[in-house]
């Protein structure tokens, strides 16, 4: 059955089944042993830190995650869901039909129901509840923000847009939005360094080739979005938007502010307010 995403999507290349705990349940043909165990660890990593950055994506009583998308300069990985406990991941090259190898990845998991879901050994919301329970303690924290007028002017133009943080390879960050406070920023910043090298850790899954390079990570909740993008020199750009945004002008509107935000290096300890 995982066969069929390759047999007939144009362009898919590999496909995985793993459990909540990393074990892989099933993958495609011509992928080597080690490289589908090293897949399902990172991807179920991947899926643990998507869930617990929920609340960066907004307040919302409904934070179901629906998928994980990781994009390279060879190829494309999706993550979604395949039923309790398990998880299917395919990747495919740059130029896949996106809404065809996602119709093709629900239909499996259709097909699959309850036959290869395994239990997860956690609650799978133990680790977002910590992540919100920090972030309701740091609400109040808002006035020590340090504060990036070039990302708030992109946050205000874009409808839908909530919020961005600015951080370094290093895990901290260099600078956020209005109403980020210095706390939060911080948790943020230590989850999606983490779901970088996760990102990382699965680019040969996308395909082999040479100086091949992460360009983006994007998490899908019910109610939101998350983007992580690259910036330069070691620094990353974190941002979430609402269900219903734009996400290509988002998407477009973040790169092109990128540029201007390498300059910012906010020492740690100190909150500064770029004028």
């Not at 362009?11 to 992928?31: C, F, I, N, Y």
């Not at 956690?122 to 920090?134: L, Q, R, S």
């Not at 909530?162 to 989850?191: C, E, K, N």
């Amino acid at each position: 059955m995982l066969q069929d995403i390759v047999a007939n999507v144009p362009k898919a290349r590999h496909a995985v089944l793993l459990s909540a705990d990393g074990l892989p349940r099933g993958a495609t043909e011509a992928l080597l042993e080690k490289d589908v165990h090293t897949i399902s660890a990172a991807m179920a990593g991947m899926q643990s830190l998507s869930r617990a950055t929920s609340h960066f994506a907004g307040p919302s009583e409904d934070r179901q995650w629906h998928q994980t998308i990781i994009e390279f300069t060879h190829g494309w990985i999706f993550l979604i869901g395949a039923g309790q406990g398990a998880y299917l991941a395919a990747a495919a090259a740059p130029d896949v039909d996106m809404q065809q190898i996602s119709f093709r990845m629900h239909r499996l998991v259709a097909r699959l129901g309850s036959n290869l879901t395994s239990q997860p050994r956690v609650k799978k919301e133990d680790t977002a509840e910590g992540i919100d329970k920090a972030a309701t303690r740091n609400q109040a924290a808002s006035e020590a923000a340090f504060v990036l007028a070039d990302l708030d002017a992109v946050i205000a133009d874009v409808k839908g847009a909530r919020h961005a943080v600015l951080l370094g390879a290093d895990g901290l960050p260099r600078g956020a939005t209005s109403g980020v406070s210095r706390d939060l920023a911080d948790t943020i910043s230590a989850a999606m360094t983490g779901i970088h090298g996760y990102s990382r850790a699965t680019s040969r899954f996308a395909g082999v080739r040479d100086g091949a390079e992460w360009r983006q990570t994007v998490i899908e909740f019910q109610h939101g979005w998350i983007f992580l993008i690259a910036a330069s020199q070691g620094t990353f750009l974190a941002a979430a938007a609402e269900h219903d945004t734009d996400i290509e002008e988002f998407a477009t509107r973040l790169h092109e502010v990128v540029p201007r935000l390498t300059a910012h290096r906010t020492p740690r300890g100190k909150a500064e307010v770029d004028a």
